[in-house]
């Protein structure tokens, strides 16, 4: 079954505690980008990368890291949370430059206390 | 700037016909999306425009209008299940850059 995961769904830590939220697919998709939710302002990019090795700032990158070692994985990785990083992030892959739609995992809700 | 504009709530009762509409102002266009989500679950695809016109598919039609920066999603004959945030997108130019709007937060009533 084609999909896209994320691990953990949910998580509740402490500020300064480095963390990292996993994003995997099996489409074999070039495109993946992070991004997170919140009330009132919608979905904001954090990442994106184009393929392997490949990674560009979006809107929101302040505070995160990613990386794209493997076409399947992208970590999304929180060196020293903070509360204002409390929000509900989603990873999305899109199959390449041909494609349009979006497909995104099933999102990780963090709660930084 | 990039701005997208979309009601933040909009009420239907079951059966009906509700539109809901999405202005937009960004520094490139590659086409509009519209996604839909469930509380609590991840958005999911329904449809995309590039071109001006309709686009219609099952119970579901998007309009676009380049000139004048709009869209729209029109959903008919409305069920229980339709109740959801509907999220407007553009795509702007370069790599997948999508901006998303706020979404619109369809209930739908018996």
């Known amino acids: 079954e084609a999909q896209v995961t994320q691990n953990p769904r949910y998580l509740i830590t402490v500020t300064g505690k480095k963390l990292t939220v996993t994003c995997s697919q099996n489409?074999?998709?070039?495109?993946m980008s992070w991004y997170r939710q919140d009330p009132g302002l919608g979905l904001r990019q954090i990442y994106y990368?184009?393929?392997?090795?490949?990674?560009d700032k979006g809107d929101v990158p302040e505070g995160y890291k990613v990386s794209r070692k493997e076409k399947r994985n992208f970590p999304l990785i929180l060196e020293s949370p903070s509360p204002n990083q409390t929000s509900l992030y989603f990873c999305?892959?899109?199959?390449?430059?041909?494609?349009?739609?979006?497909?995104f995992g099933p999102g990780t809700r963090l709660t930084v206390l | 700037g990039q701005n997208i504009d979309q009601p933040t709530e909009m009420t239907a009762t079951e059966g009906a016909i509700v539109q809901i509409n999405c202005t937009y102002q960004?520094?490139?266009?590659?086409?509009l999306f519209w996604y839909q989500q469930h509380a609590g679950e991840a958005p999911t695809f329904l449809s995309y425009?590039?071109?001006?016109g309709l686009e219609e598919k099952g119970r579901f039609s998007s309009f676009l209008s380049r000139s004048k920066g709009y869209s729209y999603l029109l959903l008919k004959e409305l069920q229980m299940k339709d109740s959801a945030s509907y999220l407007c997108?553009?795509?702007?130019?370069?790599?997948?850059?999508?901006?998303f709007g706020t979404g619109t937060r369809l209930l739908v009533s018996p």
């Open positions: 999305a892959t899109t199959p390449g430059t041909a494609y349009n739609e979006q497909f």
């Open positions: 489409m074999n998709h070039e495109y």
């Open positions: 990368s184009m393929n392997v090795e490949v990674t």
């Open positions: 960004t520094s490139g266009f590659n086409g």
């Open positions: 425009n590039v071109l001006d």
């Open positions: 997108a553009v795509k702007g130019t370069g790599f997948q850059k999508l901006v």
